[in-house]
């Protein structure tokens, strides 16, 4: 959905949804016209004070008629309590959600109707859980606007921007559209920001002593190519840019990435836990003590985030360890930590001793390793492709790029590259999505992902189309299924320029609306739509019943979000085009 033409904002408000982590940011434009980096954004306390963070935890915990209870910090707490008063199993705990979204895209359709599971496996509707987690921050923000002497700033007067991953699909992006506007964004009032974009825009603005690793003023200087590595917790997404003559930006390759994120370090360390005491210990103590699993978890996040630096390899690297894990594991195993430690393959690595265990560095370190060799394999294929030819800069942002660790293997990795690090690594992407929504313009064009075509028919050729195909409509012959192609996989797009323009026409005189399925491929151009991937449809109304009934569809493949611009080819006119979720019928 585009931006109203008759809206202007006065604030712009963008919303970091993360998988481990979420935050908000926020500027007006008149601080933003004269400063691009004068950007608000809160910072988030642990109850306990252990951990402070510029984001809070992205965990919702909701209530047994799904009313939202709590997120983030205050979240964890209130289920910490709840479980040790045994009153949790009347609730719903989502943690971490943001990466179920991601698998499902990769593995099935995603619709309004997907649901996903919370720690205890119980399933809600993901929509829900999204648009509670989308308004709590939303809210949040409201009130951080108004204590800071904006109180009279109209919610009509925000622009409010999302960001969700590159590597992300338009089914995806669209899910999250919905789920912002459930949340009580209006759609008129809503862009989404591509995470490795918006970084790349903010650092384009940072003075060169916040960026560590850049020598000089030149990394973002007219005819610099550098890659964006924003390792995230969940995913890391990858694109390539280069800086025109006029500052705005132009992709080089297509966006692309994988699970490589912060959060496959917790799943080494959770699955050395599980080699020693089994997965079924681990998942029954998670469901018993979840409020105590909470907190081992989130002392190996401070001791992560801190590791690698400068630590030798003798070093040991100590977590605390709540005395009912001991406990619980010496009922369900019948031995001791230490005795099931030494007849694993952590024997001599992992030191349990009363309420804290200490693992020596390498092991700790080796936790790093599977998404340290993900992220660095793929970089690497990535430098192979004649379009990254030349490119000598890595600009790492997002929260995992904070890790030295992950630095350090970056640099050793690619030792010709320079490796651009900005301060607040984990900011980048939130405060760039504010200066995004103050300057859409920033990226001139961008690199096609996949090959995009829609479905529609044309008369059978006994020469060309599959006998299979053939479908008599009317008494004309027709292939049904052809894959008419818009944009080709690795095309240009330039922004707001439509990619393809096409006229169709209803097959039946009572037809009242045409409906315009996309569908994806990898392939260059396919003949059908078998084996293709639907990710939506537009929706067109046509005209009356007699006369040419034609309309003539532009499809604008070059934004953040696809969208289309249809019109009556007899009289003209404009006629709306909404694109829907495939599957379902029943968005709004």
Known sequence: MAISTTFYNLWVAAIDFGTTFSGYAFGSREELENDPTKIFAPVWQ?????????KTPTTVLLDNDENLVDFGFDAETAYSELSENGEHEDHYYFRRFKMMLY???????????????DIRGRELKALTVFSHAIRYLKDHLLRSVKERGGSFVKQEEILWVLTVPAIWDDTAKLFM??????????????????????????????PVEKLEGSNSISAFQPGSKYLVLDAGGGTVDITVHEVKNNGHLKELD??????????????AFKQALADIVTEGMIEGYCHKYTGDYIELLRDFEIKKRKCGQGNDSNHLITLKVPVTFTEECAETMAKDLTTLTNESRFNNHFYWKSDKVRIDMPTF????????IGIINHVKELFKSPKVKGVKKILMVGGFSESPLLQDAIRKAFPDCQVIVPQ????????????????PKAIDSRIAKYTYGVKTNEEFDTDKHMESKKEIINGVEYCTDIFDRHVQKGQE?????????????????????IGFYIYTSTDDDPLYTDYCENIGKFLVAVPGHDGDRSVSVKMIFGKTELTAQATVVRTGNMIPAEFKLPECEQIE
């Not at 698998?103 to 599971?117: A, E, H, N």
């Not at 559209?177 to 940072?206: D, F, N, T, V, W």
């Not at 320029?497 to 609306?513: K, M």
Request: proline share 4%; aromatic share 6%; net charge negative.
């Open 365 to 372: 370190e080796g936790f790093f390793q599977p998404a340290c």
């Open 46 to 54: 642990a109850a306990d004070g252990g951990l402070i963070s510029s």
């Open 103 to 117: 698998d499902k895209v990769r593995t099935s359709k995603l619709t309004v109707d997907t649901k996903i599971s």
């Open 493 to 513: 797009l330039i922004v707001d320029e439509a990619q393809a323009e096409r006229s169709y026409e209803p097959l039946t005189s009572d037809q009242t609306e």
């Open 424 to 439: 607040e690594a984990g900011l980048a992407v939130l405060r760039g999505a504010v200066v995004f929504g103050y300057n």
């Open 177 to 206: 559209r919905k789920a912002a506007q459930e949340a009580g964004i209006p759609g008129h009032q809503l862009m989404i920001a591509l995470e490795p974009e918006a970084a790349s825009i903010y650092c384009q603005h940072l």
């Open 254 to 267: 297509r966006a692309s990435g994988g699970d490589w994120g912060g959060t496959s370090v917790d799943m």
